[in-house]
């Protein structure tokens, strides 16, 4: 199954006999819980789930959005509708972050069909799609999640050992990979051996992802082969999804480090590079 699908196609899908479980997660980081906005419009039939309680844990040392509790979170999905039988498409605001999360959370647990609306909300307005304030009565689903499928989850040392034997990308703005700003973590730079590559070079400007070609000629550029093992990590384990997302829509497999630079700082022992090159 393809990883993202057209305002279009779920026009189509929506008007079928089993329509999609619809997931919004509008979400941006430092700002509240998007569900106001959900409130004051969302599309018809989705369900609001929130990203920094229900996608994630609480953060401390694990980072600043580490995996939810498993039971906790498969709770919520079930609350949301969510069923095995059942395709699941989730969308946000437009940037894909929020939901690549959930994307990746439902995949990793063991979803088998999970899509991702390309280009969020302005992409199913800009074609005329509906929005409505109605909030939906939903079935419970019947989703268990079952941790360990694919896309692969790396943890700190799993990220690091990658680095030195294949590509780990770095999601995050240049200027942080660098190590010339850091407006969040307590330290900048980036883990050794990490590749800069901003997930804002995924998409355009409208938040649609770039052709798979394109996309795959991107990675390749950056290091990517049909026998290189690639894994990536962000801030916090948002961003990166949606990097993994776009390896997914370019046919590559990638694993995510899902505490990412927030977990790998908080541990004061584990080495820092900085400047333009892996290190």
């Keep these: 199954m393809d990883a993202i699908i057209t305002a279009d196609q779920l026009v189509s899908a929506a008007a079928g006999d089993r329509p999609p479980t619809l997931l919004d997660i509008r979400w941006q980081h430092g700002r509240p819980s998007g569900r106001p906005e959900y409130e004051a419009g969302h599309l018809p039939g989705a369900v609001y789930v929130d990203l920094d309680t229900e996608l994630a844990g609480a ?32 969308y946000d605001g437009g940037l894909g972050w929020a939901a690549a999360r959930a994307w990746w959370l439902l995949r990793w647990t063991g979803h088998p069909a999970v899509r991702v609306l390309d280009g969020g909300l302005a992409a199913w307005t800009g074609r ?64 050794p051996g990490a ?57 590559i497999p990638a694993a995510l480090y899902i505490g990412s630079w927030s977990e790998w700082t908080a541990d004061g022992s584990r080495p820092v590079a900085t400047g333009p090159q892996p290190g």
């Design 59 to 90: 953060p401390g040392e694990r980072g600043r959005h580490p995996l939810p509790d498993i039971a906790a979170f498969g709770a919520a999905m079930r609350r949301a509708g969510v069923s095995r039988d059942r395709e699941v498409v989730v």
């Design 128 to 191: 005329g799609g509906s929005l409505t304030k109605e909030i939906p009565s939903v079935t419970e689903g019947d989703f268990v999640p079952e941790p360990g499928a694919r896309p692969i989850l790396l943890d700190a040392d799993g990220a690091a050992a990658l680095a030195r034997r294949g590509l780990l990308l770095d999601a995050r703005a240049g200027e942080r990979y660098r190590g010339e700003v850091e407006p969040i973590d307590p330290v900048a730079g980036h883990i």
């Design 195 to 251: 590749v800069s590559a901003p997930t804002s070079e995924n998409a355009t400007e409208d938040g649609r992802f770039h052709p798979a070609a394109v996309l795959g000629r991107r990675f390749a550029g950056l290091g990517v082969t049909p026998d290189t093992e690639v894994g990536v990590y962000c801030g916090s384990g948002v961003s990166a999804a949606q990097q993994v997302l776009a390896l997914a829509v370019a046919g």
